[in-house]
């Protein structure tokens, strides 16, 4: 299993460690991927997803898809998808948006509180665990789990 754990003092470094897979992605290619993350609220994974949407060359706003369940960007000819499940009330509605048609060969999906997805989601690749320091209150524990082959590769590349 590949793993890789990073501790993220300040947003700021948050955003380093988000710079850093943002470069492998590019490298690697981002389509097919999807990214699980998971942690408390206000864990930080909208922060890091902010981060990692502009490091791969969006310059705009990354608002949180709160209510919106789902944002769509463009990174070259990739569909980047940025999911927030966390006020799904009811699997329909993912039937309804017609869920499965979000994931290919030419998207990448980053997706928050995936658990509300049941079952309807594409497995991840990767799991990206946030952690919060209740001692100090900006440091972060940042962890990076392969869950597929892809997965793998990705993050074999980052330890490098
Ligand atoms: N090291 C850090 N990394 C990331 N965010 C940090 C860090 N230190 C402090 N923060 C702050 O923590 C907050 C994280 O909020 P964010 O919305 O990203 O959380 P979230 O996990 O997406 O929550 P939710 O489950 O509600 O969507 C932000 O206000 C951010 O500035
Ligand atoms: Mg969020």
């Known amino acids: 299993m590949v793993k890789n754990e990073f501790v993220a003092h300040s947003e700021d470094n948050t955003k380093s460690i988000a710079i850093q897979l943002a470069n492998v992605l590019i490298q690697q290619g981002l389509g097919g991927?999807?990214?699980?993350l998971n942690g408390d609220?206000?864990?930080?994974?909208?922060?890091?997803?902010?981060h990692l949407i502009q490091a791969?060359?969006?310059?705009g706003n990354v608002k949180s898809p709160t209510y919106t369940l789902v944002e769509p960007y463009e990174i070259e000819d990739i569909k980047l998808f940025h999911f927030d499940l966390y006020r799904l009330a009811d699997a329909e509605e993912l039937e309804f948006m017609g869920i499965r048609d979000?994931?290919?060969?030419?998207?990448?999906?980053?997706i928050e509180w995936a658990e509300k997805g049941w079952g309807l989601l594409?497995?991840?690749?990767v799991e990206i665990n946030i952690m919060i320091d209740n001692i100090h209150d900006d440091n972060r524990l940042l962890e990076f789990v392969a869950t597929s082959d892809a997965g793998e590769r990705l993050l074999s590349a980052l330890e490098r």
């Open 102 to 110: 979000y994931f290919n060969d030419n998207s990448m999906c980053l």
């Open 122 to 125: 594409a497995k991840s690749d």
């Open 33 to 36: 991927l999807t990214f699980y």
């Open 41 to 50: 609220l206000g864990a930080g994974k909208t922060t890091f997803t902010r």
């Open 56 to 59: 791969l060359g969006h310059n």
